[in-house]
């Protein structure tokens, strides 16, 4: 019985695997092993939609399925100015149809070449109505595009390269529809060794802008990272060089820079106790006019050793070694320093920091040596509702100077551009004329007049940002200009410092500051302005459910003129008062009075928003703002509202939009207003 149950088992087994299997199989067979059944690849079933492009998949070459869809734009913008008595009204009308396609693939082998391929064809027709030409039109064809493809991307080095042209149009502040084009292509080379992986990127951009004012922008980047770790070290290498040619209504203008830091960080110890950071840094800027001529070349160079050594869990020290050399056109600074540090951290509580410093300057050959300690001490505790913390400080700087009168550059001195706050340089004694302001990365040189302003008061020098330009709220700026050093002298500069926050209840933030200087000659020539300031700074916060608000009060008195009191309080109230609706207040009141001057400056900004998300195929939204600053030499207000909705229907989807701007300038007579409305509908066909 057990036989003819074996026999059926095997007619059964012989019957489903009747194909043939493989020699390595039958030779397991022959040898008495348990037969296994062959392992069959799955069969990728393609999904045939009727009237979708199928995939293209040959030998060689593979495009997957693209996405489809159509998109429709109408726009429609009227602007109204009064300039100087002078009217003019512009309106232009501006109809865009297209559509979009995205695909990716491969080419030869998925492991050789792969590519994500984006196209975005648009017809464009523009009608323009103003107040010097009645009605003119506009055809024109755009085809869109963005490349991205990687060779080898699995081998140890890998190629991407990159594409992309899109344009922009939009209205600038003469009231003409301005149009930017901008392509932009590059490649970069990735070596993934394990021991030095390096990156290594190239890339042009080039930015036409055509409308009331033509310029055009050509930017190449060269970029280089390097790292290397081993057991105890970790190195790396970054370097890049940019170089952009600007023209404006055919002046050009060129700026070239080029960042450089190998940095290198070793540990003596597996606990990291003790680590040496290391820093080669070189940077450097050329600015050039439209004949190539250099107008303004600077340079910098620093070596700096920092050793941060833990002895034990509450105390640590850190020591650090700096030499640097500044180079412009008109003056160099050498600087060598040594700082030392101590922190001792006393039953969880209190940190004591004792800092201790000296360096000397060289201005083209006027010697400064400079002398610093520090003592400060940090308290914190909770308290029965909250939390203190307190500090307190003193300082100590003596300085030798064995300088003559002469000039220095400041370079690269970092502010940040906010409307309710004031940018003073440091330094008294300033050429107006020599003040350059740039942003962070100091590749953007922005403009006198148009994007910011300047006044001289007293011996300082205020840098103001407009509020039209190009300077946006709380960006950081790097402000560089050339000073009058002052006949040698020495002298003692004591400082002290103290401060308390006291937070109750996670609601309420008590808080003040106060800080004191002043100085004492020793020998030399008296400056007619010796430091003797005194800043006092009183803050109440409270945070509560819904709401944010911060009342603060500042004075800030000094022989110089950047003197001044003003007072400020912001409000933030967040809350949803039903389901699918979030309510927004954001703003800020205050004033500044300068005691140097007598002015008075008063400024006060609102901004609301709401939005409604009634079902999952609606959404509404409106935002709306008011700003105004008015003062002696600045009277002018911002205000703005939008109104917007979102509708979704299966695979369409609508976008209608209002814009209203108004921008006011009483001290040039100027007055702007500008109305917008914008409708996208858009489909994916598959």
């Known amino acids: 019985m057990a036989r003819l149950l074996t026999l059926i088992l095997l007619i059964v087994e012989t019957t489903l695997l009747a194909k043939p299997v493989s020699s390595e199989l039958a030779s397991s067979q022959q040898r008495g092993d348990v037969a296994m059944k062959p392992i069959k690849p799955l069969v990728k079933k393609t999904k045939k939609v009727a009237g979708v492009p199928p995939v293209i998949d040959l030998r060689y070459f593979y495009l997957e399925r693209p996405k489809l869809g159509l998109k429709f734009k109408y726009e429609l913008n009227n602007e109204h100015i009064m300039n100087m008595g002078g ?26 070449l792969d590519f994500v391929l984006d196209l975005e064809p648009e017809w464009n027709q523009s009608s323009d109505n103003t107040e010097y030409n009645e009605m003119s039109s ?64 190239y890339s042009n951009t080039k930015v036409e802008r055509r409308g ?31 170089d952009i040619q600007q023209t404006n209504e055919g002046e050009s203008t060129g700026i070239a820079t080029s960042n450089n830091y190998l940095t290198n960080t070793y540990f003596f110890q597996s606990d990291q106790s003790k680590k040496l950071m290391s820093d080669l840094v070189y940077n450097w800027m050329q600015n050039s006019d439209q004949d190539d001529s250099v107008t303004f070349t600077t340079s910098d160079l620093r070596w700096t050793e920092e050793l941060h050594w833990t002895h034990r869990k509450n105390l640590w020290t850190n020591y650090k070694f700096l030499n640097q050399k500044q180079q412009t056109d008109e003056s160099d600074i050498d600087t060598q320093s040594l700082a030392v540090s101590l922190q001792h951290l006393l039953y969880e509580n209190l940190t004591t920091t004792v800092d201790g410093k000296a360096g000397r300057f060289n201005y083209s050959g006027d010697m400064t040596d400079v002398y610093t300690g ?71 040189v922005y403009i006198q007049g148009q994007d910011y302003t300047v006044e001289v008061t007293g011996k300082l020098v205020r840098i103001r940002p407009t509020l039209v330009g190009n300077i946006t709220e709380g960006q950081e700026l790097l402000v560089s200009y050339r000073y009058r050093s002052i006949s040698g002298y020495d002298d003692l500069v004591f400082g002290r410092w103290a401060g308390i ?33 005194t800043f006092h700074r009183a803050q109440a916060r409270v945070i509560w459910k819904w709401t944010d608000t911060t009342v603060s009060y500042d004075v800030y008195e000094t022989t110089l003129s950047s003197a001044r009191k003003s007072w400020r309080v912001n409000e933030q109230l967040r809350f949803q008062p039903a389901r699918g609706v979030v309510l927004e207040f954001s703003g800020y009141i205050g004033n500044t009075i300068f005691t140097y001057s007598d002015d008075r400056e008063e400024f006060y900004r609102a ?29 002018a207000s911002n205000a703005g509202a939008l109104a917007s909705i979102d509708l979704y229907y299966g695979q369409w989807t609508c976008n209608l939009s209002y814009r209203y701007l108004d921008h006011t300038d009483e001290m ?19």
Not at 175 to 196: H, N
Not at 219 to 231: F, G, P, Q, S, W
Not at 671 to 684: E, F, G, P, W
């Open 501 to 533: 926050n006291i937070f109750l209840w996670s609601t309420l933030r008590l808080s003040y500051d106060y800080n004191r200087r002043t100085q004492d000659i020793i020998s030399g020539t008296e400056p007619e302005s010796p430091v003797d300031d």
């Open 138 to 201: 506009d055809r024109s064809f755009l085809n869109q595009y963005a490349l991205d493809a990687d060779l080898l991307p699995l081998k140890p080095y890998t190629v991407h390269f990159f594409g992309r042209k899109y344009q922009n149009s939009f209205r600038n502040t003469f009231s003409q529809r301005a149009v930017v084009d901008t392509d932009t292509y590059g490649s970069r080379l990735d070596l993934k060794y394990k021991i030095l992986p390096t990156s290594l990127s």
């Open 607 to 635: 901004a609301t928003s709401i939005s409604w998300h009634p079902v999952y195929w609606c959404r509404t939204g409106f935002e709306a703002y008011q700003y105004e600053i008015s003062g002696g030499v600045q009277d």
């Open 374 to 444: 520090r003592l400060n001490f940090d308290y914190s505790r909770n308290i029965p509702w909250g939390t203190l913390n307190s500090t307190l400080g003193f300082d100590l700087v003596a300085t030798d100077r064995d300088s003559t009168e002469s000039w220095i550059w400041a370079i690269n001195e970092s502010h940040t551009a906010t409307t309710a706050d004031v940018i003073f340089t440091q330094q008294e004694n300033v050429d107006p004329d020599s003040i350059r302001v740039t942003d962070k990365s100091g590749t953007i």
């Open 87 to 112: 009217d003019s009204e512009d309106t232009v009308g501006e109809f865009r149809e297209g559509g979009w396609v995205s695909t990716k693939g491969w080419v030869y082998h998925p492991v050789f």
């Open 668 to 686: 040039r007579d100027f007055d702007r207003a500008r109305q917008s409305i914008l409708l996208k509908i858009s489909r994916t066909i598959w």
């Open 212 to 242: 009331a004012l033509f310029s055009s922008q050509d930017h190449n980047h060269y970029d280089l990272a390097m790292n290397h770790r081993r057991k105890n070290s970790i190195t790396r290498l970054n370097a890049n060089y940019r």
